[in-house]
């Protein structure tokens, strides 16, 4: 299998903050890579697909980038709303794994 | 927009089976050549990949389970289930149903099943 390591496990930032969020796999993934938004209470909902594409109706506020081992997830102004557990998750072979998570919180 | 709703007993025994059913609603289970899949989250927060279907009846089961899990699919009535067996404390998580394998989106609220005696 290959494995997802994020980092930070969890952040606090002040609103208005620029966030970075780093996943890494344990083996070359190319751009096969999703990030999810969870908020407290709700199912993961997909926030960006292939590295850095942004999902229908996300705001513009999130960025994705990233190949082969090492991928972000940059929030570029952090707000009340993005509170939140964010996680990675890959599709280069079976099984699909996921990272651990981030946990954001508002400083 | 297609929703999707999982089902079934919220409690299990050891040892004994866990089975829930995911209703698509607002399509087509058949529609789009998806794959559908099964996800779970522990108390930990850390999502597993359980395994997917298609319409076909194709599988492919995530191996940590060790042959545990059955996938199955019912398009008449745009449903498709997961039985995992010999139930331990571990299994205990909230399931989630979701379309697709490669990414997941939408998902299902979500399922707590507990396993306890």
């Known amino acids: 299998d290959i494995q997802m390591t994020q980092s930070p496990s969890s952040l606090s930032a002040s609103v208005g903050d620029r966030i970075t969020i780093t996943c890494r796999a344990s083996r070359d993934i190319t751009n096969y890579l999703n990030w999810y938004q969870q908020k407290p209470g709700k199912a993961p909902t997909l926030l960006i697909y292939d590295a850095s594409t942004l999902e229908t109706g996300v705001p513009s506020r999130f960025s994705g980038s990233g190949s082969g081992t090492d991928f972000t997830l940059t929030i570029s102004s952090l707000q009340p709303e993005d509170v939140a557990t964010y996680y990675c998750?890959?599709?280069?072979?079976?099984?699909?794994?996921f990272g651990q998570g981030t946990k954001v919180e508002i400083k | 927009q297609v929703q999707l709703q999982e089902s079934g007993p919220r409690l299990v025994k050891p040892s004994q089976t866990l089975s829930l059913t995911c209703t698509v609603a607002?399509?087509?289970?058949?529609?789009?050549?998806?794959?559908w899949s099964w996800i779970r989250q522990s108390a930990g927060k850390r999502l597993e990949w359980l395994g997917r279907?298609?319409?076909?009846?194709?599988?492919f089961y995530n191996p940590s389970l060790q042959s545990r899990v059955t996938m199955s699919v019912d398009t008449s009535k745009n449903q498709f289930s997961l039985n995992l067996r010999s139930v331990t404390a571990a299994d205990t998580a909230i399931y989630y149903c979701?379309?697709?394998?490669?990414?997941?989106?939408?998902w299902g609220q979500g399922a707590l099943v507990t396993v306890s005696s």
């Open positions: 279907i298609n319409t076909s009846g194709s599988t």
């Open positions: 998750q890959h599709f280069d072979i079976l099984p699909r794994t």
């Open positions: 607002g399509g087509s289970i058949s529609g789009g050549g998806y794959y």
């Open positions: 979701a379309r697709g394998d490669l990414y997941f989106d939408p």
